[in-house]
């Protein structure tokens, strides 16, 4: 085989290895295409930590504007996270007698950045691999080999949407870089009739406001430990929880109220126990345990036979049940159940307790008799007058 014709055979072979590449990236990014406005940037909303890797915070250039070492698949769906105003990030030369030029700075309102040699930049809108090659083509006008290290230090609050199947759907500032778990808590857990296998993740890629979006499953974070259904958050993103349109597995609700359910719960408590009222309770808090933290039934009063729990749904209905008292039974729905926000437990009396109250109710109108006939010996009544 000659020169040439090996060289083309290697070219070719490179080539399809490229187109299988490109064609591998884009299969394990499941985005759906929510805008028929072309994607502008690159690698917009397809090589990202979006679906979940841990977010690319540093890239290493060369002078000649190309990156020091060959991206590898993690970094290139790690490289997406746009800068914006409030950014703190610093900026390292790789050349020890440029160690003291560069430094941490931030991204200013106007999303520009004031650097030395070069003065204002603009690096707004920019991933961290785009601005690293930015500041290495303006750099170039002033340093010979301007090997540079752009590292994002300090991210700026993220800003989403949470809507859907949470307790307090709306508008988050969340700090760092959220995941999509740590957002459903933070809007308060989910409610009962979500369905953490549905959760609608949307975006906005590129600069004319184009969306994309896909579908997490929750539950496989807990399951497998598969970080990719749990992504890095953006500023802009919309989490919206899917409602279950039929009965959940067990195991999917346990996991949903185990790790998705809010942090603090108000259950109120009335009837024959101790100290009746209204009580904050950690979440998923069993029925028994409920009533231990209300001081105890009432001795001889309780009916521990008669405790009810009334549940009052998001759809405006209520459940009412009827359960049995035991200390030492594990959390179960049919015996003893796991709690939830706005629950009442009634612990009824039992039937020494009501011929107590009876008699107390008898003995108050006798009592007031006598109390008047007191009173008129004191005046000096006397009915044998």
Request: proline share 6%.
């Amino acid at each position: 085989m000659s020169h040439a014709s090996a060289k083309k055979s290697t070219s070719e072979a490179c080539g399809r290895f490229v187109s299988f590449a490109a064609a591998t990236v884009y299969a394990i990014l499941p985005w759906q295409v929510a805008s028929s406005r072309p994607v502008t940037g690159s690698a917009s909303g397809l090589s990202s930590q979006a679906l979940g890797g841990v977010a690319q915070v540093g890239v290493s250039v060369q002078s000649n504007g190309e990156e020091r070492k060959p991206l590898n698949l993690a970094e290139t769906y790690t490289d997406l996270y746009t800068l914006g105003p409030g950014d703190g990030l610093t900026l390292v030369f790789l050349d020890p007698e440029l160690k003291d030029v560069g430094g941490p700075f931030g991204i200013l309102m106007d999303g520009t950045a004031i650097l030395p040699f070069i003065g204002s930049v603009q690096l707004a809108g920019l991933t961290i691999g785009q601005a690293s090659r930015w500041l290495t083509g303006l750099y170039q006008k002033q340093i010979v080999r301007p090997q540079l290290l752009l590292q994002l230090t300090t991210p700026r609050p993220t800003k989403v949407t949470i809507i859907g199947e949470v307790t307090k759907p709306g508008f988050f500032e969340l700090q760092g870089l959220p995941r999509a778990i740590a957002a459903v808590q933070a809007a308060g857990g989910i409610t009962a009739n979500a369905d953490i296998r549905k959760v609608m993740l949307r975006r906005v890629v590129g600069q004319d406001g184009a969306q994309k979006q896909t579908f997490l499953d929750l539950s496989q974070v807990f399951f497998m430990g598969n970080q990719f259904q749990n992504p890095i958050l953006f500023d802009g993103d919309t989490l919206i929880i899917g409602r279950a349109t039929e009965p959940l597995p067990d195991e999917i609700i346990r996991i949903g109220r185990t790790n998705l359910s809010p942090t603090v719960i108000n259950v109120s408590i009335l009837g024959e126990v101790k100290a009746p009222g209204t009580i904050g309770l950690p979440a998923n808090t069993p029925l028994m345990e409920a009533i231990f933290r209300a001081g105890g039934l009432a001795k001889w009063r309780a009916n521990k036979n008669h405790i009810e729990l009334i549940r009052f749904n998001d759809n405006g209905t209520t459940t009412r049940q009827v359960f049995s008292y035991k200390q030492d039974l594990n959390v179960s729905n049919g015996f003893n159940p796991p709690l939830r926000d706005r629950d009442t437990i009634i612990v009824n009396r039992s039937f020494y307790g009501e011929a107590i109250d009876a008699l107390n109710d008898l003995a108050v109108p006798i009592g007031i008799v006598n109390n008047l006939g007191g009173i008129g010996n004191n005046w000096g009544w006397n009915n044998n007058r």
